[in-house]
């Protein structure tokens, strides 16, 4: 048994990426805006982007490019990223985007086991692209800087060559796109091989969901280089040919100000963001009439505050749910239904169908028929669908671990399902932390631990702060005679990682559980945290 989308298959064609979103542009959209620079107002015309895009593609192929070859984009949001992703996927190279808040040797682990010949990045940026481009052995003529910095080649001197896009050939159901890199349910960030076709049916199943008009302004908050801002605004809101207003982080007073100047219509966020629209007091003194919709995905949004979203911008709020390994995304409450509550992450997309298995017996849940106001037991969600990865790169093993051989891939979610086909996720069984949407690898963190000299052993969870956010919690086992506190221990990791992984709280405890195959027992810390004796 399994269930299915309730909405009618899509149909998804056999194209590139780039052929999807640009091979065939009307002339009449040529003129309009893909995207708004926020800080400067400086604007960029779908025919400057279609120019660039090729333009990138020639530079690369110039430099010995070939298809499938890897390149590192290291950059926040401005609008260069979208001429440089869709660059590097038109000349059929595979773009590995890497995170903004990264350290020198996290951005040298990726660029390593994705085998990237390029980088890209800018210059606030350069000091640790540049550390890690030394560690892995990237020449400095392949290591370019968006906006310019001395010794590099910028954006503009790549443009300057002129060079044409080369004619290439693949089958975008195997060529690979991208290679954003996850921990999927178990250990340290993998690499997630997505196809051109993956990527294209992603935005064709989303498309008739998430109401992206033309005349939509879009505020392209969330990071393009996270599979969420990638799909939903580099890929689906570009090919609807909406603007982009870019923001290369997020600021209250800067993201109100944006919105209110530039009359942004739709905003796509992670839960904090709508907690800030919900609660602060700032949040009045703008004119946020022009937003029509707030999209919230990536961690769970609860309904009371997306309820507070709702009334105090009197707009609709919508919630999706995804998954790099999805492309990412399977759920979403779909655009014109508000009667779905916004703590459901909606119906399945089209084109896929899940099951729900409880994690103890392996069996199906039973689900509610439909129609019924019945709702299923909570199973780990399993889907399937034309956007799930091929696999994890040069690692069959967690491959296997996390798809099935009928093609499912096994989420680590816990969720629900009603007699509506509504999926809500209720739990999370692998050991992945969110802070602020973010992945923060809890293995990476106990490896990091246990190189501190006082720490005997270590294990890692994510726990609900005082404001309901989930934050990684070290639980440590000191040495015989060590004398570590809290801050200690928080202030040894914070020197260590980037900004978003930083353990957040810590708790001494005598033995760290463990397996008999010596897995730490995750549920026994969540247990014990959740009711303390
Ligand atoms: N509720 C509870 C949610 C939710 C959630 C994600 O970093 P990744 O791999 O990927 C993402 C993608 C999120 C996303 C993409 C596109 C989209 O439209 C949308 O909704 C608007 C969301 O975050 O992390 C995947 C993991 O993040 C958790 C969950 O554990 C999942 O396996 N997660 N969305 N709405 N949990």
Known sequence: MSFKSPFPDVEIPNLSVYDFLFGNTDPADLDKTAFVEGSSGAVTTYASLIAQINGVAGALAARGLAVGDVVGLHSPNVPAFGSVFHGILRAGGVATTINALYTAEDIAKQLTDSKAKFLFTVSPLLPQAKAAAELVGIPTENVFVLDGAEGHLSLRDLLGEGAAAPEVSF???????VLPYSSGTTGRPKGVMLTHRNLVANVCQIIPRMGIETDDKILAVLPFFHIYGMTVLLNAALYRRASLITMPKFDLVEFLRIVAEQKSTYIFVAPPVAVALAKHPLVDQYDLSSVHTIFS?????????????????NCHVRQGYGMSEMSPVSHAIPFDRDDIALDTCGPTIANMECKLVDPGTGEEVAYPELGSDGVSEPGELWCKGPNIM???????????DTLDDDGYLHTGDIATVDGDGVVKIVDRLKELIKYKGYQVPPAELEALLLTHPQIADAAVIGVLDAEGEEVPKAFVVL???????????ISFVAERVSPHKKVRQVSFISTVPKSAAGK???KDLRTAEVAPS
């Open 171 to 177: 089958d975008p159901a195997t060529q690979l796109a």
């Open 520 to 522: 730490i027992l995750r």
């Open 297 to 313: 995905g990536a961690a769970p949004l609860d309904a009371a505050l997306g309820k507070a979203v709702a009334d105090r911008l």
């Open 390 to 400: 091929l696999g994890y790169l040069g690692n069959d093993q967690a491959t296997k």
């Open 479 to 489: 040495q015989d005679g060590a004398e570590l506190t809290e801050d200690d221990v």
